[in-house]
């Protein structure tokens, strides 16, 4: 565990991983634009906390990009376990510095004053239920407020907008679970390793009838950090909720904000406009 850490901690955003020669084929198909950027402190480390869109794999690295890019600070991504293990992509992904989101290395991460980026809703936020779009699954999750205390870390509340769009849900976990039958759903297998249905992705499609997502604009928002410091090692329940509360209400807020800015953004292209009708 000790070399797995002396390892991560040892990353560090090279040219060869976030370049716009890298990125400039996924920012033509989506085109993002971010706003609140300069919300972003670049005097010390923060904890980056926002909404997980579907399937999770379209925005995430973009986020990151779009904050190294704007203020030179590089946040280490929190990822489920479920990503590590997995042939050419588990190497994929360490090489973009994301890690496995266990405590241990979020507090090792803290400790050497690293930012870091998380998706409280995890895996059951990125498998959307019908009618889920941006919604925040948290369910009683409060770690992360946890970790924010524990090192003083200010957290900024980020929202992320337009990859819901890129696919419509045909069938969700609510769906396939009821087809599997009552005998599968009382297995050790669906409760434990599929999470009680958690771990069910959703069946959707993007253009036409295929899983290629549509190439809708995503929009990208950094709230005004929220200081934890005057809370640091308190870990009173009510204090955990009502800062997980704060950041939830926050992303919320930006979340909505950019929904207002998409209604209102006409500068779509001929292709974007024919292939997001479809």
Known sequence: MQSQIKEILAFTPS???YTDKRFRPMEAYFSPKSYGTENIPQDRPVLFVGNH????????MMIVRSIYKSRGVFPR???DHMHFGVPLW???IKSMGI???TRDICRALMEDRQSVLVFPGGAREVFKRKGESYKLVWKERTGFVKMAL???YDIVPFASVGPDHAYSVVLDANDISKGLGARFRNSRFYKKTLRNGDMIPPIARGIG???IPRPERFYFSFGKPIATAHLQNKHQVDDLFSVREQVANAINEQVGELLDIRKQDTDKGLLRKLLTAL
């Open 150 to 152: 524990e090192h003083g």
């Open 15 to 17: 040219d060869n991983r």
């Open 209 to 211: 009838l295929t899983a």
């Open 99 to 101: 890690v496995d989101g």
């Open 77 to 79: 991504s929190l990822a």
């Open 90 to 92: 588990t190497p994929y």
């Open 53 to 60: 869109t579907i399937y999770g794999v379209l925005d995430p």
